[in-house]
T-cell receptor
Framework: AQKITQTQPGMFVQEKEAVTLDCTYDTSDQSYGLFWYKQPSSGEMIFLIYQGSYDEQNATEGRYSLNFQKARKSANLVISASQLGDSAMYFCAMRERSGAGKSTFGDGTTLTVKP | DAGITQSPRYKITETGRQVTLMCHQTWSHSYMFWYRQDLGHGLRLIYYSAAADITDKGEVPDGYVVSRSKTENFPLTLESATRSQTSVYFC??????????????FGPGTRLTVL
């Protein structure tokens, strides 16, 4: 079974609008961490935001926030006030307590911001 | 240079040859990882290491060998390269904490082509 599922291969958003990128995960662990990374067309991988399974508040980092719904096993990334520079591939990832430190990535969502 | 570096950045080789991709990090992070990213897809874990002299298989280890004699280096060797190993290879590192949920820092990637 896919541990991380990103159901949106591609998304479009108008500049200055907000956009939500979906991520659902599958784990039997009670303790785990969820991550979002950005990969621009230049290819590097950039860490954006982290959510721990025991965190009661949704994580926020500037224009990025994580909509964490534990019961539904979803960890959606919300980007507010989209900018042209947000056009990139976005990956959701998970590290589980039982995984001894290794992580699993989803297949990614390509976001295109329109001017 | 501070951070995490990979060499070479680009490599073309022939089927059956042995190839070694180098990864070096200056942070003394405990964890190091090797991923491959095939065109248009997410990252798949090849091998990871929790500390020097400790390595473990990831999702797609066949055809690859790793070693970690020093904390800062984590070379990946393709013993006998095949065309299916044409990919972009990313090395990453992360700190160790009680939960092992620290974010990963990625190298710039090595684009490998096997003819």
């Amino acid at each position: 079974a896919q541990k991380i599922t990103q159901t949106q291969p591609g998304m479009f958003v108008q500049e200055k609008e907000a956009v939500t990128l979906d991520c659902t995960y599958d784990t039997s662990d009670q303790s785990y961490g969820l991550f979002w990374y950005k990969q621009p067309s230049s290819g590097e991988m950039i860490f954006l935001i982290y959510q721990g399974s025991y965190d009661e508040q949704n994580a926020t980092e500037g224009r990025y926030s994580l909509n964490f719904q534990k019961a539904r096993k979803s960890a959606n990334l919300v980007i507010s006030a989209s900018q042209l520079g947000d056009s990139a591939m976005y990956f959701c990832a998970m590290r589980e307590r039982s995984g001894a430190g290794k992580s699993t990535f989803g297949d990614g969502t390509t976001l295109t911001v329109k001017p | 240079d501070a951070g995490i570096t990979q060499s070479p950045r680009y490599k073309i080789t022939e089927t059956g040859r042995q190839v070694t991709l180098m990864c070096h990090q200056t942070w003394s992070h405990s964890y190091m990882f090797w991923y491959r990213q095939d065109l248009g897809h997410g990252l798949r874990l090849i091998y990871y290491s929790a500390a020097a002299d400790i390595t473990d298989k990831g999702e797609v280890p066949d055809g690859y060998v790793v070693s970690r004699s020093k904390t800062e280096n984590f070379p990946l060797t393709l013993e006998s390269a095949t065309r299916s190993q044409t990919s972009v290879y990313f090395c990453a590192s992360s700190e160790s904490s009680g939960t092992n949920y620290n974010e990963q820092f990625f190298g710039p990637g090595t684009r490998l082509t096997v003819l």
